[in-house]
T-cell receptor
């Protein structure tokens, strides 16, 4: 399974945009990039996913580099409720897909009022 | 409402005892997963199942057992062979993405916190 690398922690001010980076230099052509976040003592929550093109949804935007070796999760206006651990995960598509999610350490986002 | 339910939320076990954690989903998902999370760490995969009556070991299956007799249910048994069972256990489910089908997100339960006393 291809690996992802994220910074251990980041800080942001409330109401400001946040850019959470993820490196995945060994990504293969069938890997989708997924982002999840986990609040304390809760299960992870899906945020967004993409393959090649940038993606937007009500929670966030996902910017994917042209070579797909890195991506950035963008929270447009951070709120205190966005303070969580954010996981960048590669998920294999195709006939060998088991749907497994392989979690790394994630980035702990602190949002300051 | 559709969702995935884990029970109980907190569980205490005496050393040497087996204990079973429940996971039920009514999302009609093919695939179900069990993860373990230790303090300050990411999630590690214990077991997963893609279809009824079939399951595969994840990265840390030793000391655990599962069954998948029904599509909706995927219970995890923490056996006495698990040397360090105190952890936060998370169950998840998803549609199994096959070639040509859209990949969808996984849904997680709220977790069971197991403490060995």
């Amino acid at each position: 399974d291809a690996k992802t690398t994220q910074p251990n922690s980041m800080e942001s001010n409330e109401e400001e945009p946040v850019h959470l980076p993820c490196n995945h230099s060994t990504i293969s052509g069938t890997d989708y990039i997924h982002w999840y976040r986990q609040l304390p003592s809760q299960g992870p929550e899906y945020v967004i996913h993409g393959l090649t093109s940038n993606v937007n949804n009500r929670m966030a935007s996902l910017a994917i580099a042209e070579d797909r070796k890195s991506s950035t999760l963008i929270l447009h206006r951070a709120t205190l409720r966005d303070a969580a651990v954010y996981y960048c995960i590669l998920r294999v598509q195709g006939s060998s897909n088991t749907g497994k999610l392989i979690f790394g350490q994630g980035t702990t986002l602190q949002v300051k009022p | 409402d559709g969702g995935i339910t884990q029970s109980p939320k907190y569980l205490f076990r005496k050393e040497g005892q087996n204990v079973t954690l429940s996971c039920e989903q009514n999302l009609n998902h093919d695939a179900m997963y069990w993860y373990r999370q230790d303090p300050g760490q990411g999630l590690r995969l214990i077991y997963y199942s893609q279809i009824v009556n079939d399951f595969q070991k994840g990265d840390i299956a030793e000391g655990y057992s599962v069954s998948r007799e029904k599509k909706e249910s995927f219970p995890l048994t923490v056996t006495s062979a698990q040397k360090n069972p105190t952890a936060f256990y998370l169950c998840a489910s998803s549609i199994l993405g096959r070639t040509g089908l859209r990949i969808t997100e996984a849904f997680f339960g709220q977790g069971t916190r197991l403490t060995v006393v």
